[in-house]
């Protein structure tokens, strides 16, 4: 239960917080249990996803209406599916021709082609994680450094990261 860690209170030297806060019910909860087990002078870092927009939500919330009561097998056959779908027709372009002047700007707007690195089976889990799993909340760069402010942190760094999506890396240092 990340509302609840079973560690110690201010214990931590380095705390990461990696895909989790878009899932959780109540994100501040989590956050401020973060915090509590952070030494001061101890670091909590974290990446969230920012708010989708466009072609990329109307796909998700279509995905994610069908996937999140699937069948474990069914899952997992959907998401190889999508996978090869993306190896073919969005991975290997990228690989191939992403360095291409005027060609690869407009192939870096292809789905996950920044995944193209991963192995097979690693992109066929990154799939079935972002179909089982629920996005409850979105986050912006603001929201962050609010938090990040509120909850006695110092010398923070937000960045935005656009790929094909809006994420948000952040790394803050406790009081």
Known sequence: DASSLPIQTQS???????????????????W???????KPGGTLSLWVYGPRQGFTLVMNNALRGVSTNMEEKQLVQLSILIARFLRVFSHTPYRWFG?????????SHLPVHEHHKWP?????????DRLRIPVLHWF???DLEKWYGNMGYVNFTV????????TFCATGCRR
Do not use: M, W
């Open 140 to 142: 912006t760069g603001e």
């Open 32 to 38: 401020q249990s973060a915090t509590d087990v952070v």
């Open 120 to 128: 097979f089976d690693v992109v066929v889990a990154d799939i079935y």
């Open 12 to 30: 931590v030297d380095r705390l990461y917080c990696y895909g989790l806060l878009h899932h959780v019910d109540n994100p501040k909860q989590v």
């Open 99 to 107: 360095k291409v002047p005027l060609v690869g700007p407009v192939l």
């Open 159 to 166: 960045r935005r990261r656009v790929g094909n999506n809006e």
